[in-house]
């Protein structure tokens, strides 16, 4: 299973990102510790593993600690070693939900042909409440996930819209 892993990190002088390698990596805390070595000094560190087109995984650490994680779908587990080690020990149903909170539509900007990628029936896992702060509501986290249409790569795209920081990662994906 193909993936991509962009570390988003924030420091004192705004955003940077660096693609981050997993392979060999035990469980998920090790992976923690990449992503901690990738800045240690930034007060922020996201990261994005996108497996091929389908699964979406987002971990966060504030200032080095308190992991959070945040999978589009459980199956991901199932589907590989990676999965298993990023979002195997998650607990099934989302976290950080708020019943009052509106789902908002997911903006597309892409080809009307493309397949579809995420799974409306997929079975979102972790916390996806973990960019609320960011400007990222859970269920706006959700809805993107869920979108048909919407590839990992999109939902990537579209929360480092928000957060300032789509061109760091895409020239990632250029290289």
């Given amino acids: 299973m193909s993936y991509f892993a962009a ?14 390698n997993l392979r060999g990596t035990a469980d998920v805390d090790e992976v923690a510790d ?15 593993v996108e497996a091929d087109d389908t699964y979406l995984v987002i971990l ?15 199956a991901y587990a199932e589907e ?8 195997g020990d998650l607990k099934t149903s989302v976290t950080g939900l708020d019943d ?13 042909t493309e397949q579809p990628a995420v799974d409306p029936e997929a079975d979102p896992v972790g916390e996806a409440d973990l960019l ?10 959700l809805s993107l996930c869920a979108h048909e249409g919407m590839m990992p790569a999109d939902v990537t795209a579209e929360i480092c819209q ?13 290289v």
């Fill in 7 to 20: 570390a988003v990190l924030r420091e004192k002088g705004g955003w940077t990102a660096a693609e981050l």
């Fill in 34 to 48: 990449r992503l901690r070595d990738a800045a240690p000094d930034a007060d922020l560190s996201l990261l994005f």
């Fill in 60 to 74: 966060r650490l504030d200032e080095g600690e308190d992991l959070r994680v945040f999978g589009s779908d459980s």
């Fill in 80 to 87: 590989s070693r990676l999965g298993a080690l990023l979002v």
């Fill in 100 to 112: 009052t909170e509106e789902a908002r539509p997911a903006a597309t900007g892409g080809d009307d």
């Fill in 132 to 141: 609320t702060d960011l400007g990222i509501p859970a269920q706006r986290l």
């Fill in 162 to 174: 928000v957060l300032g920081c789509v061109d760091e990662v895409e020239e990632l994906r250029e």
